[in-house]
């Protein structure tokens, strides 16, 4: 009795060879026809079984992906309120302002005719002390303005928009 040995290009993956990997579409791990490389990495299969073309997948990178979704999901959240057990999400101000600079808007705003406010859109013509409406971080203050854009000072802090565009 002999025994057939394999040699090492019987045994590395290439395109037309076949391969084990996750089906999506069949829902469990399946013989594949590989059909692109690159290099020596698989990237895509196709099934034997549903003749479906997708990602090469092993089933252990979807069952990290399935678990890193599970770990996700049961986090708990950041911020809570006590009274109701909702969470609260900031808007993305990078964080509270400092005193200072609530101080220097409140000091800024309170000899501003809200009225006159102009309604922010990017192709406003910048000049520093006008007051604009933006829909988003509401009243703010044109600090400086510059190359097209401009420091705008709201309630939350003080962000660059872009100004002069045509």
Request: glycine share 10%.
């Amino acid at each position: 009795m002999s025994f057939h040995r394999l040699s090492r290009a019987d045994v590395e993956p290439g395109v037309g060879r076949d391969a084990d990997a996750w089906c999506g579409r069949c829902g469990q791990e399946l013989g594949h026809l590989i059909v692109a490389m690159v290099g020596k990495v698989v990237v895509r299969v196709r099934c034997n079984t549903c003749s479906g073309e997708h990602a090469y997948k092993t089933t252990r990178q979807v069952a990290a992906t399935a678990q890193a979704k599970a770990t996700k999901a049961t986090r708990a959240p950041r911020a809570a309120t006590a009274a109701t057990g909702s969470t609260t999400r900031k808007a993305s101000t990078g964080g509270e302002p400092s005193p200072a600079v609530r101080g220097l808007y409140k000091k800024q705003m309170a000899s501003k005719d809200r009225a006159q406010a102009v309604r922010y859109s990017p192709t406003v013509e910048s000049s520093a002390g006008l007051l604009i409406d933006h829909p988003k971080f509401g009243y703010g203050i044109i600090q400086s303005a510059a190359g097209g854009k401009g420091n705008v000072l709201f309630e939350t802090g003080e962000r660059t928009l872009v100004f002069d565009r045509e």
